[in-house]
């Protein structure tokens, strides 16, 4: 949003609300322009030929008791060559997530259940220091937690199985 100080020689009453008009008037203009393009490729009737995948960007300016909103300068369309020669921004990767987590202390073993939806077990990497577990995956879906296991688990490798994207791990009962 860009702010402008007000004129006090601009348009003012009739003359406003008429540039006002005049303004949406372009902006609903470019929204039809859309709204046909669409049809069109709806329809196969595209300018690029059938099949051809088209992009159409509106953009739009008003302002409104000097105050200046939005960007840009009216209507464009452009291609699919057009875009493929673009050069595209990097898509910034996403942190790894926390993963739904419990810690049971059964009768003979200390059950941690991780729900990590979209992950292999050979993804599933563990590292632990002390009573201190830490959790990590590669691959599409990342997941990142650490986690204080109870002193009865024991410093054992424990076992692991993952079924519908539930991770379970099962450490032996250690001396306390």
């Known amino acids: ?27 609903f203009g470019a929204v039809n322009a859309t709204l046909n393009e669409a049809a069109n490729l709806r329809n196969g009737k595209a300018d690029g030929g059938e099949g ?7 953009d739009w300016n008003v302002s409104v008791g000097g105050v200046a ?33 419990e810690i049971f202390v059964e009768a ?9 939806p979209g992950v ?4 599933v ?6 009573q201190t577990l830490t959790l990590q995956t590669t691959g599409k879906a990342k997941f990142l937690l650490s986690v204080e296991l109870p002193k009865e688990a024991s410093a054992a490798e424990p076992a692991r199985a993952l079924r519908h994207g ?9 001396e306390v």
């Open 1 to 27: 949003m860009t702010r402008k100080t007000h004129d006090p020689k601009g348009p003012t009453g009739f003359e406003a609300l008429n540039q006002i008009g005049l303004r949406l008037g372009d902006l």
């Open 52 to 58: 051809d995948a088209l992009r159409t960007h509106v």
């Open 69 to 101: 909103m939005g960007g840009g300068s009216g209507f464009a369309s452009e291609d699919a060559a057009t875009r493929a020669e673009r050069p595209q921004a990097p898509t910034p990767e996403a942190p790894p997530r926390e993963p739904v987590h």
């Open 108 to 116: 003979d073993h200390v059950l941690c259940t991780f729900e990590l």
């Open 120 to 123: 292999a077990l050979e993804d």
């Open 125 to 130: 990497a563990l590292n632990r220091a002390g």
């Open 166 to 174: 539930i991770l379970e791990l099962r450490f032996v009962l250690g």
